[in-house]
């Protein structure tokens, strides 16, 4: 009795203090926000705002954070306001908040990390002149204020398309997406066009997670491509893919006699492929969306800002690739084909399609 | 003497519980070495600092009010409704989808017009679940569940293939159909407040004189209290039941047309069922099942999750939001032990006083 009594006093006690001390914190808060530093060279800062996925999604999002992290510390930035940061969303409905946060603290460039947020920035990018956009994955065209970046995911997707068909023993791969749409049709459509190069006869299952942010789903989605024969599986789905990663970790520590691969996407996946006993990345395309964040906040900070501009990276300009990975452990055959290819596609010999093919 | 405790017992529940919960949140940031202080002001300014902010907190506070009601109206019927978020997107998919067949008509006849055939959808919706439950016992949580998974594939079908051309979003509808209007966009600094604040502040006024001032309203109590009692008594069950969630549903999808007509302006591919559903339980849980206390419940929802969007401004990740949010809902979720504790000191006071 006495004890419960103490308790209850303690938490009214506690909770009052703490409110108390919520309220004292607004106070100070406002009065620092009304001092916001617009800048530029020396005071210029920039910040990224995510898609659902977060900056520890081992792809997309946190190479582009990666990115963003690196050109700080080159340029002897701090993390937080004046400096550069980041904005996470965990819903589609975050996404206008957290633009208008970024703008608020007063950053001049800043980042939408993904298709998702093209319609968000198009909404606010006329209120908002003096802030510097950028879209990753889309275009906005006829604003100012707005760059757009867009990748050919599908060439690299081609490059791994080869590299997958090299690989495969059963002649069966899968590719594992997470959102239909543009971006990752590219992905899709270069993966099949480059299987079918090499084997028109190599069966190719095409599945949906429905989300880039459903590990579980992924997880099951490449437990019934492999259990159905395919060897190597293409994930261009996010955090989606982790469960596609442990899925063939699982494979191979019940079955090892019948090696499975996963291609990794995005930035280098060879650490999210490692267990004890071996490693089952294969490869992963390259996306730099990184060194493009890097490259972008760098030629702001100086001036050089491409409002209004569409910028097109591929294999030619290194904006895309395939690592090295484990190819030449399988078969050393697959990086000469992969290289000759890259060779041809940079030299418009070959053209990779961006959209996959009505079935 | 005991009305007036039970009062101040249903406010300090709650009260306690948010308090508690961000307490918790402030420990968990000492304890990660983040400053609470600064944390707790970030996210005070991130809900208050301009007008743009409070506009978005009962933006996001407006679906947040009807799903709570909705579950209200449910659960002093007796039955969780755990389908808010099914029957939300319900409401969504058919304003949307109504607003794209008819993006002519003028204002006054289609706002409306789309508003009804939301609550229609999410009436009928809920009103599956409210069937079976009626006619052969199923439970409505497993029924509702279930639901959701259906309307949420359903509807990612629909935006793919039937309202676009496998695009994974429907295009803006016409302005003609939109909640949002000049006068609170340009008030709220260009937030995306919407007139659905109208309506729910209009579906408060309205679910509170239902439940207490009608006979339908005190069926759905009684039935709550004792269903056995209330068919002796000569109330129709099994109307009542549906009735209960038909009513539940069609605020539940309310709640998705203004999601869709404000906040959005669109619907597009979702990976999971509206969050707003979910929240609406928790909404309602909080505020006791009480409409004022869903519209207080509401607004601190958005005060969290709007301030909380500030918080990585000065450092403290975005997840001790949640990880607070969560513990405010598990602190009511215990409000048992809550009671418990404040019976015991009522009863001390009580005997110390010498006063029976």
Redesign the interface.
């Known amino acids: 009795?006495k004890t419960?009594?103490k308790?209850?006093?303690g938490?009214?006690t506690?909770?009052?203090a703490?409110?108390l001390?919520?309220?004292?914190?607004?106070k100070?808060?406002?009065d620092t926000?009304t001092g916001g530093d617009k800048g530029k060279g020396a005071d210029y800062s920039a910040a990224l705002v995510t898609d659902?996925g977060g900056v520890d999604d081992k792809s997309f999002n946190q190479s582009a954070w990666e990115g963003l992290q690196e050109w700080g510390k080159e340029n002897d930035k701090k993390?937080?306001?004046g400096g550069y940061?980041?904005?996470?969303s965990?819903?589609?409905?975050?996404f206008?908040?957290?633009l208008?946060?970024a703008i608020?603290?007063g950053f001049n460039t800043v980042f939408g990390i993904g298709f998702k947020l093209q319609?968000a920035i198009e909404e606010?990018a006329d209120?908002n002149k003096d802030t510097q956009f950028v879209i990753i994955d889309d275009v906005i065209k006829g604003k100012d204020n707005v760059e757009s970046v867009i990748f050919k995911d599908n060439e690299a997707s081609y490059l791994a398309g080869i590299a997958a068909a090299k690989a495969s023993k059963t002649k069966h791969v899968g590719f594992v997406g997470g959102?239909?749409?543009e971006v990752i049709g590219r992905f899709e459509a270069g993966f099949v066009d480059g299987v079918k190069s090499v084997d028109k006869d190599i069966k190719i299952d095409v599945k949906y997670a429905?989300?880039?942010?459903?590990a579980a789903k992924g997880k099951s989605i490449a437990a019934a491509m492999y259990k159905s024969g395919a060897d190597v599986i293409f994930h261009a789905s996010g955090d989606t893919g982790n469960g596609v990663f442990s899925e063939a970790i699982d494979v191979m520590k019940t079955k090892p006699e019948n090696p499975v691969w996963v291609i990794g996407v995005d930035r280098d996946q060879h650490d999210e492929g490692e267990y004890d006993g071996g490693n089952v990345t294969l490869t992963s395309t390259l996306k730099g969306v990184g060194t493009v964040v890097k490259t972008i906040a760098t030629d702001a900070q100086d001036g050089k800002y491409n409002g209004g501009k569409t910028e097109v990276f591929g294999l030619k300009d290194g904006g895309v690739d395939l690592t090295k990975g484990q190819l030449d452990e399988v078969n050393p055959d697959i990086q000469k084909a992969v290289d000759e290819a890259k060779d041809k596609i940079i030299a418009g010999d070959i053209k990779v399609p961006e959209k996959p093919s009505k079935k | 003497m005991n009305k007036k405790n039970e009062l101040v017992r249903s406010i300090a529940v709650p009260v306690?519980s948010v308090?508690?919960g961000?307490?918790l949140g402030?420990i968990i940031m000492l304890v990660f070495q983040y400053n609470?202080?600064?944390?707790?002001?970030?996210?005070?300014?991130?809900a208050?600092?301009?007008a743009?902010n409070v506009g978005?907190v009962v933006r996001?506070a407006t679906p947040l009010i009807l799903t709570g009601l909705g579950f209200s109206v449910a659960y002093t019927a007796g039955f969780f409704n755990i389908g808010l978020a099914g029957q939300a997107l319900c409401g969504w998919i058919a304003s949307i989808w109504l607003a794209m067949t008819f993006p002519d008509l003028p204002k006054a006849l289609l706002v409306p017009l789309c508003i009804i055939a939301g609550t229609l959808a999410g009436a009928l919706w809920a009103g599956i679940a409210g069937f079976f439950r009626a006619q052969f016992g199923t439970s409505e949580v497993i029924v509702t569940i279930m639901l959701n998974y259906t309307i949420l594939y359903i509807s990612?079908h629909i935006v793919?293939y039937v309202l676009t051309d496998?695009?994974?979003?429907t295009p803006?509808i016409s302005p003609n159909a939109s909640l949002r209007s000049d006068f609170l966009t340009q008030l709220s600094g260009?937030s995306?407040l919407n007139g659905g604040i109208f309506l729910a502040l209009l579906m408060i006024v309205l679910v509170w004189v239902l439940m207490k001032r009608t006979t339908a309203g005190f069926e759905l109590r009684s039935v709550g209290l004792n269903p056995l009692a209330s068919e002796y008594a000569g109330m129709n069950a099994k109307k009542n039941i549906i009735l209960a969630m038909v009513i539940s549903g069609a605020l539940a999808g309310m709640g998705g047309v203004v999601?869709g007509l404000g906040?959005?302006e669109?619907l597009?591919?979702?990976?999971?069922a509206p969050?707003i559903g979910f929240d609406g339980l928790a909404v309602s849980l909080l505020g006791g099942g009480n409409p004022i206390g869903i519209l207080l419940s509401s607004l601190l929802f958005g005060v969290l999750k709007?301030g909380g969007?500030?918080m990585?401004?000065?450092?403290v990740?975005?997840e001790i939001v949640?990880i607070v949010i969560a513990s405010i809902i598990f602190f009511v979720g215990i409000n048992y032990a809550i009671r418990?504790?404040?019976d015991?000191?009522a009863a001390?006071k009580m005997t110390g006083k010498g006063e029976a």
């Open positions: 009795m419960s009594k308790i209850g006093l938490l009214l506690l909770g009052l703490v409110s001390v919520a309220c004292g914190g607004g100070k808060a406002d926000a659902v993390k937080g306001t940061n980041y904005y996470q965990n819903s589609d409905s975050e206008t908040p957290n208008n946060s608020d603290d319609p606010i209120a959102q239909e749409g429905g989300s880039f942010g459903d | 306690i308090l508690a961000l307490l402030a609470p202080v600064e944390g707790y002001g970030a996210m005070i300014e991130g208050f600092g301009r743009y978005e996001l990612n793919r496998n695009a994974d979003a803006k260009g995306r999601e906040t959005f669109n597009y591919v979702l990976s999971a969050e709007i969007l500030k990585p401004s000065v450092g990740p975005k949640e418990y504790i404040m015991k000191f001390k």
